[in-house]
Structure formats: C-alpha cells, structure tokens
C-alpha cells in the first residue's frame, strides 16, 4: 500500500535551516507528481511547494518563494524540502503528498490533485 513518512521536523531558531524529507512507498515513485503542505495551529491548509515527476518544473507559495527548496530523489523515493531563513510563521506541521499523475491538472495549490497524505512532520520555528 502506498506511505509516506515525513522526518526532519524539529526546533529551529529564526533564520535557522531545516531538511525535510518524505521516504514513499507503495507506488511507482517518479510516475507523480509530488507536493509539500503546512497547516499552522488554527489555521488551514496551505501548499507550500509542489515539484513535477521527472522534477521538470517546481512551484512555491509566495511565502516560501527564495526560502525553500523542493528537490527529489526519483532512484531513493524520497521527496525533500530545504528550508532557509526559517520564521516563527513558518511553525507548522508539514505534510507531502502524492499527486495523481505526473504533472498537476490544473494547480498545485488545488487538494483534489492528491490522493495520499503522509502523517506529518512538526516544525516549530522560535528563540
């Protein structure tokens, strides 16, 4: 069956780094199309980063944009994101998750492209 597990999560100081990944498995990993989310406290769902099967093309939100890095292992099924500069509104659980084709149908940003979500991983971002 298909997993993702999420790890890297942890306790960064402002402008500090994280590396994130998400090991999959279950399914041909470099046939999808994969993405990162968050969800902070009270607050919804936000796409953080989406990358193309082949890791063609990557997308951001406008928040993380120049801060985070997604890349992927096609031949380790792994999924990772790099996180620069970290802010205390970066404190979220981050999930991946596995989009329904190679590419997205119409955004990244949309919940309907994805048909698996890993556990999560905790990122809290504070002095």
């Known amino acids: 069956q298909v997993q993702l597990v999420e790890s890297g999560g942890g306790l960064a100081q402002p402008g500090g780094s994280l590396r994130l990944s998400c090991a999959a498995s279950g399914f041909t990993f470099s046939n999808y199309a994969m993405s990162w989310a968050r969800q902070a406290p009270g607050k919804g769902l936000e796409w953080v980063s989406g990358?193309?099967?082949?890791?063609?093309?990557?997308y951001y939100a406008d928040s993380v944009k120049g801060r985070f890095t997604i890349s992927r292992d096609n031949a380790k099924n792994t999924l990772y994101l790099e996180m620069n500069s970290l802010k205390p509104e970066d404190t979220a659980r981050y999930y991946c998750?596995?989009?329904?084709?190679?590419?997205?149908?119409?955004?990244?940003?949309?919940?309907?492209?994805?048909?698996?979500w890993g556990q999560g991983t905790q990122v809290t971002v504070s002095s």
């Open positions: 990358i193309y099967s082949d890791g063609s093309d990557t």
């Open positions: 998750a596995k989009a329904q084709g190679p590419y997205y149908s119409s955004s990244f940003r949309s919940s309907q492209e994805y048909d698996y």
